[in-house]
């Protein structure tokens, strides 16, 4: 059983920064170093949208245009742990952002393409 956990929401104003993380445990998918891992988000009323995948060894980085320029995803295979650091934060990133991994080393854009994901961390962004 693969479990992901997200850490590192909360509040911030406008203009801040958060950086979540999420760590893989459990019974591992192929090996973490192989697999992408995507960051999603839903905000209430909204479905849940892509923010930013990479590849298994990280090499290859994929972002939503929202958020290009300003969220960097990034990995530590030696801790099976992903990051995604959130800059110039606007409220309209207000979410519950939300951890996935694939059982394959590209990553992709839609939810489906997913197998395994977190319980989510909520972020709040004020004006």
């Known amino acids: 059983q693969v479990q992901l956990v997200e850490s590192g929401g909360g509040l911030v104003q406008a203009g801040g920064s958060l950086r979540l993380s999420c760590a893989a445990s459990?019974?591992?998918?192929?090996?973490?170093?192989?697999?992408?891992m995507g960051w999603f988000r839903q905000a209430p009323g909204k479905e849940r949208e892509f923010i930013a995948g990479?590849?298994?060894?990280?090499?290859?980085?994929d972002y939503a245009e929202s958020v290009k320029g300003r969220f960097t995803i990034s990995r530590d295979n030696a801790k099976n742990t992903v990051y995604l650091q959130m800059n110039s934060l606007k409220p309209e990133d207000t979410a519950v952002y939300y951890c996935?991994?694939?059982?394959?080393?590209?990553?992709?854009?839609?939810?489906?393409?997913?197998?395994?994901w977190g319980q989510g961390t909520q972020v709040t962004v004020s004006s």
């Open positions: 996935a991994g694939r059982i394959y080393y590209a990553p992709a854009r839609s939810s489906s393409e997913y197998r395994y």
């Open positions: 459990g019974r591992t998918f192929r090996t973490f170093s192989s697999s992408a």
């Open positions: 990479i590849a298994g060894t990280g090499g290859i980085t």
